[in-house]
């Protein structure tokens, strides 16, 4: 995620909590094992949520534990289902990582 995605998802979640926006918020968190990624690719497992609707905004939170040059993803693909990808991107030296399982949470913004 750019500094500028930053902003603006910190924009877009202040407009919703100051009532500028007005959303409904489903959310749904869920251990992933992602298991072995090679450098520069992404993998991606899935997480039901009741209520997510496609073209919906996401906001992720992964584990406090995720280990370095790991970034999280979200996106609604289908009703009621989240897709978290995990993109692993390293100075070169580790051609793949297997992170470890951990409880990722999130959130679906329906306007």
Same mark, same amino acid.
């Given at each position: 995620? *750019?500094?500028? !995605?930053? $902003? #603006?998802?910190?924009?877009?979640?202040? !407009? $919703?909590? *100051? %009532?500028?926006? /007005?959303? *409904?918020?489903?959310?749904?968190?869920?251990?992933? +094992?992602?298991? =072995?990624? @090679? !450098?520069?690719?992404?993998?991606?497992?899935?997480? &039901?949520?009741?209520?997510?609707?496609?073209? =919906?905004?996401?906001?992720?939170?992964?584990?406090?534990?995720?280990?370095?040059? @790991? =970034?999280?993803?979200?996106?609604?693909? &289908?009703?009621?289902?989240?897709?978290?990808?995990?993109? #692993?991107? =390293? +100075?070169?030296?580790?051609?793949?990582?297997? /992170?470890?399982? %951990? $409880? #990722?949470?999130?959130?679906?913004?329906?306007?």
């Amino acid at each position: 995620m *750019t500094v500028e !995605d930053e $902003i #603006y998802l910190r924009d877009f979640i202040n !407009d $919703i909590e *100051t %009532g500028l926006l /007005p959303m *409904t918020t489903v959310s749904g968190s869920q251990s992933l +094992d992602f298991g =072995s990624i @090679l !450098d520069g690719e992404t993998a991606a497992l899935t997480i &039901a949520v009741v209520g997510a609707v496609a073209g =919906s905004a996401v906001a992720v939170g992964p584990p406090a534990a995720l280990e370095a040059n @790991l =970034s999280a993803t979200a996106v609604v693909t &289908a009703t009621n289902v989240v897709e978290v990808r995990l993109k #692993y991107n =390293s +100075d070169g030296t580790v051609p793949s990582i297997n /992170p470890a399982a %951990g $409880i #990722y949470k999130v959130t679906v913004f329906i306007p």
